[in-house]
């Protein structure tokens, strides 16, 4: 989100941080400030931004995910459980 901010010209400065979604989520309908959120994770307290507000859409994210090839077998069930979460994540 700070690049796409920076492309943009716009100047940012980090006002809260938090490890919970609900957490950002109620800052930013509570008008602290904005956020870069998947569409379908836009609540009814929350307002698109788009060109009209100044902003330019912004690129896909690319989520890679490394591991050696040789992994025990509990780590090689996290990483398909992951790989699944996001391909299920993709076709919502």
Same mark, same amino acid.
């Given at each position: ?7 943009m010209g716009r100047?940012? /400065?980090?006002?809260y ?8 989520? !109620?800052?930013?309908?509570?008008g602290l400030?904005?956020?870069l ?5 836009a609540?009814?307290?929350? /307002?698109v931004?788009?060109?009209e507000?100044g902003f !330019?859409?912004?690129?896909?994210l690319e ?9 025990p077998?509990?780590t /090689?069930?996290?990483? !398909? ?6 391909? /299920? !994540?993709?076709?919502?």
């Open positions: 989100m700070t690049q796409a901010l920076e492309a100047h940012w /400065r980090i006002a941080v938090s490890a919970s979604l609900a957490s950002l989520c !109620a800052a930013v309908e509570d400030g904005i956020t959120l998947p569409r379908r994770l609540g009814a307290g929350h /307002r931004l788009g060109p507000q !330019a859409p912004v690129p896909d989520l890679t995910l490394h591991a050696q090839s040789e992994l077998a509990p /090689r069930d996290l990483a !398909a459980q992951l790989i699944a979460v996001c391909e /299920r !994540a993709m076709r919502a």
